[in-house]
């Protein structure tokens, strides 16, 4: 089993999102005879359901494969697959870390999209080796040729160096074999020197608690040894230690190079950070790998049962999807509107809708999100800063002397025909202009600075419908800047609604206040009584909407057979109630508390 | 079990049948009439052995068009029924279309044992006939009211249709107070519901049809039910309208939630268990299947379902509450009577509650609420 170092390789595939990363890794573990055809589940390396109903990565995944090359020898490749999605994108640069090269895919359809960029500079940072693949060569709207083209002068990688690939229908998969064990060099490591491993994720198993996912860079890991984590200063002892065959499979040791897993009764995996280093406590490393980041959440959403009695089983599924999910952080919190719940941090919009949905899949829960937020600091008159993570927690306006808001660095990829729409779209969204690069293949590489909050409110999609689904996007969080904001307020029923309240730039808040009542109209339905929806900033109220009272609702006929057919559709309709939250005698759907996402 | 004393007979023919119907209803079938109607026979004489039945105090021959049956053949049918026990003063209803009342049928159908006509006049006015494709003129109906009347028949009913695209309030109003001005004893006024199964919900959905909004379909209702108390008549029900004493006694039992056995395709029994369990049942719907499974096994169950005594208490009070003289259906629902009083839907009075106007406009919100 036991390979030489020179024998060895650690490979990440990247990729914008859909660009068949996933899809070509699957062809890897085919070739190379690790997974049988006859096992192949379309997506292997995808473990969630979620994750292959959805087609995307959340989870890092980790396989090592056997490859007898050309050359006669046999070489062991250790692939790591990453999450696509930018919430992600701290765990794609772990995982990179963790490797010696990278094979970078670029759809021959899509050509170069912003996180494919995102991606690049990550990699090029670890001095990772690229492989570029341009995939799916074989879709008749595809042009390889051009995206070559791309390839050369956008990331500087020479065209010669391009592999042509359709992962779907299996070419190039022994071209990209036969480029990673002469490309990618074989790792330095000394097997001697005191362990440094690097953990790229982690997650909970119900029975052997922490399975953490590493690289060994230096040292060797064996079970029974006592390990520290450096960041988190925690010791634990390690039970067994093995390789992704993609299953399980225990080994003596990892040495130097290595790719694999340690469990060592560790029973949450706060205690097993992504990006921390594992050495042996009895002979520890001189510093921990470099890169460490504490992973903060950057948006806020509370979560709230829909039935009030499933609270505690709530707050049980958290503390269980906890164990799973380090970046997922929450507190109780109490809405006068909608009851007992949780404020809850997360990633970005795709971790947060990825938590709720598992929330009520995996524990049968049915709940309530409010729209997601970011995190302001507010400073007080007082001289104390305070971070605010929910809107109806902003201080009175008399106490505030200024409020700051997350900053982000945007990337937008666009064909030039947009560069119009993006940039109206960016301004309107409060961006600064940064810069603007054309790029060969019609690309423009646009950089704004503009708020996360702006972000978050629909900004992706609106981005997408203004390009015809072309622009691509990617952010990284950048600072604070003190900016002009207030807190609007719904009243419902004539009774304020805390869990629609947002906070607004100023010069919008009038207008943002009417589209919000407009919509709300849309989304309340229609009641017994009629329903007053009012906006209001600082007790004034800017706009005033009115939900008609429901007409009529009667059944001309109820003989025979219409009893159970009657029955059955209102109780169907009840059902469907479920969904909705009652806040004092109004029932209010969901949607109604996302409205605020969507207000153009 | 709770013993039955409601029997109701579907016959499922009709020579048409119109865009709007989505009852059990095939066309022209006629060579099936015959063998249908052994097979239906066939079906009492074997049912009523299964339950606890009789005397039988209402039967409803409903359809489709029972009335495209030969005198005879209702004869036939009736017979299986007086085998049962038929109590003194026994309601028997036949729907009948205004095409098949002769001096002749009705001369028959009195022969036969029924007691009262349940006539299909839906409108008088031409252009609605012409939209709900019936093939009768307003003349024939109200001829056939009067035919029926003079023939013998005590316990007249008209069907009305209200809220038809392009009939206005007035000529809404024209129609019912020409039906009134016969005389009957009773009369039906519905709504025109799109269902959507059928080519008038087709026609709606591809934007070939247009509705009447809620109010003005809510005008015509209200403004039925005002012209119908000042004529002296009661409204029992939701879409029903009586003279004193005249209320269908058939359907009062099934809102007042009483069980009845149903024969024929497609028809549903309703048996109330010791345990205050309610158990419904159906039968195949095509005419051929019925046949046929009858013949071979004397039944044609479909299928069946059981509701436990709460869900029962729960229909009991949906239903029950369409009786517009107030039920006591509702007396297990505290909390949810309690709210809808409050939401002026409901009214509470000697222990029982009934809808409000509102209510009516609302009624299946008031349904609802003591549903599961």
């Given amino acids: ?600 | 079990m709770e013993r039955i004393h409601s029997l109701y007979l579907h016959v499922p023919f009709c020579t048409w049948v119109c865009k709007y119907c989505d009852f059990n209803a095939y066309a022209v079938l006629e060579g099936l009439i015959s063998p249908y109607v052994d097979a239906l026979s066939h079906e009492i004489d074997r049912a009523v052995a299964q339950v606890p039945i009789g005397p039988v105090d209402t039967v409803f021959i409903g359809g489709g068009t029972p009335s495209l049956l030969t005198t005879p053949q209702v004869g036939q049918i009736l017979d299986r029924v007086r085998a049962v026990g038929l109590a003194p003063g026994a309601e028997i209803t036949l729907e009948a279309n205004p095409s098949n009342v002769t001096s002749e049928t009705v001369d028959g159908w009195l022969q036969a044992g029924v007691n009262r006509l349940s006539i299909g006049v839906q409108s008088l006015q031409p252009d609605a006939l012409r939209f709900l494709e019936r093939l009768h003129s307003g003349p024939d109906a109200i001829g056939a009211i009067r035919t029926a009347r003079a023939g013998g028949f005590a316990n007249v009913s008209a069907d009305l249709l209200f809220g038809v695209p392009g009939v206005d309030l007035a000529t809404w109003h024209e129609t019912l107070d020409a039906v009134l001005a016969e005389g009957v004893q009773h009369l039906s006024a519905y709504e025109l519901t799109v269902e959507s199964g059928t080519r008038l919900g087709q026609e709606v959905r591809t934007g070939l049809v247009r509705m009447p909004g809620a109010d003005d379909q809510l005008e015509q209702y209200w403004g039925a039910a005002a012209r119908l108390e000042a004529a002296g008549y009661d409204h029992y029900e939701i879409s029903n309208w009586s003279r004193p004493g005249f209320a269908c006694r058939h359907n009062l039992a099934a809102w007042n939630y009483q069980p009845y056995l149903g024969c024929g395709a497609g028809a549903h029994s309703m048996f109330r268990l010791d345990d205050s369990s309610t158990e419904r049942r159906w039968n195949l719907k095509g005419p051929h299947a019925y046949i046929r499974k009858v013949s071979a096994t004397g039944h044609a169950l479909d299928g069946s379902e059981t509701l436990s005594p709460a869900r029962a208490r729960g229909e009991a009070a949906m239903i029950g509450v369409r009786l517009l003289a107030g039920t006591g259906s509702a007396h297990d629902f505290p909390v949810q009577r309690q709210e809808l009083v409050s939401a002026g839907l409901l009214v509470e009075e000697a222990g029982q509650v009934r809808l409000t106007r509102r209510g009516v406009e609302l009624a299946n919100q008031v349904g609802a609420a003591f549903l599961g």
């Fill in chain 1, 1 to 600: 089993m036991s390979t030489p170092t020179h024998l060895t390789r650690a490979i990440s595939v990247i990729a914008h999102v859909d660009h068949g990363k996933t899809t070509l890794s699957d062809r890897l573990l085919e070739y190379t005879g690790t997974v049988a055809p006859r096992d192949m589940v379309e997506q292997v390396l995808d473990q969630l359901d979620l994750e292959r109903e959805r087609g995307i990565t959340i989870k890092a995944q980790a396989v090592r494969m056997l490859y007898k090359a050309d050359d006669g020898n046999t070489y062991q490749i250790n692939l790591i697959d990453t999450p696509g999605h930018v919430d992600f994108s701290y765990e794609v640069s772990r995982a990179l870390a963790a490797c010696d090269g990278a094979i970078l895919v670029v759809d021959a359809s899509q050509g170069i999209e912003a996180q494919t960029l995102a991606n690049v500079h990550q990699a090029l940072d670890h001095n990772l080796t690229i492989i570029p693949v341009v995939n799916k060569i074989d879709l008749p709207q595809g042009n390889p040729e051009l995206v070559r083209e791309e390839i050369e002068k956008v990331i500087g990688l020479p065209a010669e160096t391009v592999i042509f690939a359709s992962a779907r229908q299996g070419i190039g998969t022994k071209e990209i074999l036969e480029a990673v064990v002469h490309r990618v060099p074989p790792p330095t490591g000394d097997s001697a020197a005191p362990l440094r491993a690097l953990i790229f994720d982690a997650k909970f198993d119900a029975y052997r608690g922490v399975v953490t996912y590493i690289r060994v860079l230096e040292g060797t890991l064996r079970p029974g040894m006592r390990i520290q984590m450096m960041q988190t200063g925690k010791s634990f002892e390690v039970d067994e230690v093995g390789i992704f065959r993609p299953e399980r499979t225990p080994v003596d040791d990892l040495t130097a190079g290595e790719v694999g897993y340690l469990i060592a009764n560790i029973r949450n995996v706060r205690d097993s950070r992504v990006g921390d280093t594992v050495t042996d406590e009895a002979r520890p490393a001189a510093a921990p790998l470099p890169g460490y980041r504490h992973v903060t959440p950057m948006v806020f959403a509370g979560l709230f049962p829909t039935d009030t009695e499933q609270y505690q089983q709530l707050k049980d599924a958290l503390e269980k999807l906890q164990l799973n999910d380090a970046a997922l952080i929450y507190e109780p919190e109490t809405s006068a509107a909608l009851g007992f719940g949780f404020r809850c941090g997360f990633l970005g919009l795709l971790h947060m809708e990825i938590v709720q949905e598992r929330l009520e899949r995996e524990f049968n829960l049915t709940l309530l999100g409010t729209a997601p937020t970011v995190e302001y600091r507010v400073k007080l008159r007082n001289g104390e800063e305070v971070p605010v993570d929910n809107p109806d927690h902003l201080p009175d306006p008399g106490e505030i002397e200024a409020i700051s808001e997350p900053m982000v660095l945007a990337t937008i990829v666009v064909p030039s025909t947009y560069v119009g729409n993006m940039m109206e779209l960016s301004q309107e969204r409060r961006g600064q202009f940064l810069n603007m690069e054309y790029e060969p293949g019609d690309r423009v590489v646009i950089t704004y600075r503009m708020p996360l909050a702006e972000i978050i409110h629909d900004y992706y999609d609106q981005l997408k419908s203004r390009s015809k689904g072309y622009a691509s996007l990617n952010y990284e969080l950048v600072g604070f800047e003190e900016a002009n904001l207030v807190k609007l307020d719904v009243l419902v029923a004539g009774s304020p609604v805390d869990a629609l309240s947002m906070i607004v730039d100023r010069s919008k808040a009038q207008q943002q206040g009417r589209r919000l009542a407009e919509k709300l109209k849309t989304l309340i339905p229609r009641q017994l009584f009629e329903v007053p929806i009012q906006a209001a900033i600082g007790g004034k109220i800017v706009a005033r909407e009115t939900v008609p009272a429901m007409r009529k609702d009667v059944t001309a006929k109820c003989y025979g057979g219409d009893v159970t057919r009657k029955r059955k559709l209102l109780e169907k309709q009840k059902e469907g109630k479920k969904r909705l939250k009652r806040v004092g005698n109004v029932e209010i759907p969901q949607e109604a508390f996302m409205a605020v996402l969507s207000l153009d």
